[in-house]
């Protein structure tokens, strides 16, 4: 097993533009996560997946954000027609269910830059 | 540019020195912490956690105090190597949910 794996690493894109961005979790783990990151700060929450439903979503979550996981296996993140404060690092995480543990296992993310 | 935002907190420490890298929490209501290391590149990296009905936990060279009165958190890792290097964030939860909410972070840096 090769932990959290996520694709692209790295995106550059104009404003307005669509972005995905794939996760793809260890395989045994049903709770799949999505956070974004910016330099110099820690991860912010955005939404969280039990197998395929999707359990929570942060309020900060703009509606040109959405993410699925139609299988319960990988997930995607779109945002549509983005803006440069959409500018980051996504990163996504998973873990094992059962019980509230903060043990996520993250991959190494993908950096989104819109110019 | 690249260096806006790395305004982190930074602790340096001797090769073979103990660490302690403190951390705020602000919500009263919070009672599972965590705290994670983040290499240059890197995803975060789980380290220890620790839940309120507890004030210490231990693991291997890493100890976590948890104070609640004060609300405080620390991370104290003994006997620092050059691989310990990186940012270290605390992170809490409120009972329900998987929301982590993760703190701003401190960059560790240890010198030779």
Redesign the interface.
Known sequence: DTGVSQDPRHKITKRGQNVTFRCDPISEHNRLYWYRQTLGQGPEFLTYFQNEAQLEKSRLLSDRFSAERPKGSFSTLEIQRTEQGDSAMYLCASSLGAGNTGELFFGEGSRLTVL | G?S?????PTLSVQEGDNSIINCAYSNSASD???WYKQES??????II?IRSNMDKRQGQRVTVLLNKTVKHLSLQIAATQPGDSAVY?C?E?I?Y?????????TRLSVLP
């Open positions: 690249e806006v935002g790395l305004h982190l599972y912490f965590i590149g890197k995803g975060p990296q789980f956690d964030f992170a939860n009972g949910g998987q929301n982590f909410v993760f703190g701003p972070g």
